[in-house]
């Protein structure tokens, strides 16, 4: 049996070396991808990205033949692997794990880049703006393959030709620094998530991504102080969102190179920056006080303590603003059990789309519920049934009886501009619409209308 295990890990060598340049390979492509899309994406979210060195960072799935093939799309075609195969894949993996770990630079490394840069930069000088021609960098990229025992992924010359240049030819030191980090950061997650891709075609299901989510947990400072009895549920919270952003037909699969490029994961990232300020650390997802203040909200609603919401318990959200239509026709689309209760993760749902609101998955969550008809678009008369409820409670909670539903009609249609003329409001219309939260929010929430309605008094009050 020995000799014949021998025999068979001898032929299966090359494959080996195989499945380690491939997953080299994979990351090298992958990593350009999204570290481009990453850039462009925070560039977006603030222009300063795009010189301001960032210090704490966490695709365009687009390689040759496009978007690279999952294994699992294939396998009704291919003979199943052994066992003996499938351990020598995860060897193969492991010590190709190992191997990428040790060539990310520590921070006392990356130190040192930063020091030889600016060490390198050329004339003329400019504080905080500092700037690097090529015959410079050449000089800095052998001081650096020299000391750290570096090969060329962080210091090629193919990547100077990549960064902008300015009119005496030179890059930003600031630029070139952004991407060292970016591209340790994305190196160092990808490995994190391989670890978890148990049958390795690059997709973690729902099971695997709780798995690195617990695993995280012990790398993040933030987090490693969790009870036993809180950590499930912060589990629980935190897989949601990103059910809610990256799988929401709920097919249970994650694509690695999806993943490292949402922002999602970009968020769950950002706990590893130990200066948050309070603010970020409420307006993050992923952050304790976050977390324990959706759960929180849960467990004061549940005034039964039965661990799912009834339709009242439910009605007392926001200080009992939610209409009974909008409750009743939640319950009718999500709530799937007999009992007809909302559970803790339909409630992080609800919670995730209504903080979303203007996002397409916010809108989609709430469309199930406004199509109350399955006709696909919403009529004046489907419009006037939500306004109705919304109207009665704004008479006894804010003692305001002066709107006429056909100017609340004309004022949704006129946030939304329907493309059809017969003035049916269709999902796409919503999406389109950069109003088409707040509109959805006005329809099945008094304190969201009057909140919209009274803005401009608001403002000058403040």
């Known amino acids: 049996v020995v000799s014949l295990l021998n025999n068979y890990l001898n032929s299966h060598a090359s494959q080996e070396k195989a499945n380690t340049a491939s997953l080299n390979e994979q990351i090298e492509a992958s990593t350009v991808q999204i ?5 462009e994406q925070n560039i977006q979210r603030h222009a300063s990205y795009a010189t301001v060195p960032q210090f704490f960072f966490g695709k365009k799935r687009n390689f040759t033949g496009g978007a690279l093939k999952s294994q699992k799309s294939v396998a009704s075609t291919t003979k199943s692997p052994t066992s003996i195969e499938l351990e020598l894949k995860k060897q193969s993996r492991n010590r190709f794990i190992q191997y990428r770990r040790k060539l990310i630079l520590s921070s006392e490394e990356l130190d040192a880049v930063w020091d030889a840069l600016l060490n390198s930069a050329s004339e003329p000088i400019i504080v905080d703006q500092e700037r690097i021609d090529y015959d410079s960098f050449r000089y800095y990229v052998a001081l650096c393959i020299a000391d750290l025992q570096r090969r060329n992924e962080y210091f090629s010359s193919d990547i100077f030709a990549r960064l902008a240049r300015d009119e005496l030819g030179r890059i930003s030191i600031p630029d070139y620094f952004n991407f060292v980090l970016r591209k340790g950061s994305l190196i160092e997650s990808r490995l994190d998530l391989l670890q978890f891709d148990s049958d390795f075609d690059n997709i973690l299901t729902t099971e695997e ?57 970009q968020e769950f990232q950002e706990l590893h920056n130990e200066e948050m300020t309070e603010n970020e650390k409420m307006s993050n997802w992923f952050t304790l006080p976050s977390t324990f ?152 929430d008094s304190l969201a209308f009057y909140n919209y309605d009274t803005r401009e008094q608001q403002s000058q009050q403040s």
């Open 209 to 265: 991504l709780k798995q690195y989510i617990e695993y995280s947990i012990s790398k993040i400072d933030s987090l490693k102080e969790l009870k036993p009895d809180f950590k499930k549920i912060y589990i629980q919270t935190a897989i949601r969102k990103f059910i809610f952003i990256l799988d929401p037909h709920k097919r249970g699969k994650f694509h690695i190179d999806d993943l490292l490029q949402s922002q999602v994961f």
């Open 293 to 444: 203040s959706v759960y929180e909200t849960f467990k004061q609603l549940n005034f039964s303590s039965s661990g799912c919401l009834s339709r009242n318990e439910m009605l007392s959200f926001n200080e009992g603003s939610l209409t009974r239509i909008f409750v009743e026709r939640l319950m009718q689309e999500y709530v799937l059990h007999k009992h007809k209760k909302i559970d803790y993760n339909l409630f992080v749902d609800f919670i995730l789309a209504y903080e979303n609101k203007e996002t397409n998955q916010g809108k989609r969550f709430f469309w199930k519920i406004l199509d109350v008809y399955k006709m696909g678009y919403l009529t004046p008369l489907v419009v006037s049934m939500f306004f109705q409820e919304i109207l009665k409670k704004l008479k006894t909670q804010q003692g305001v009886d002066d709107y006429e539903m056909k100017d609340l009609i004309v004022e949704v249609y006129s946030m939304i501009n329907p493309k059809s003329q017969d003035g049916d409001m269709t999902l796409q219309d919503f999406l389109n619409s950069k109003q088409g939260g707040t509109c959805i929010l006005m329809m099945i």
């Open 35 to 39: 570290e481009a899309s990453l850039q």
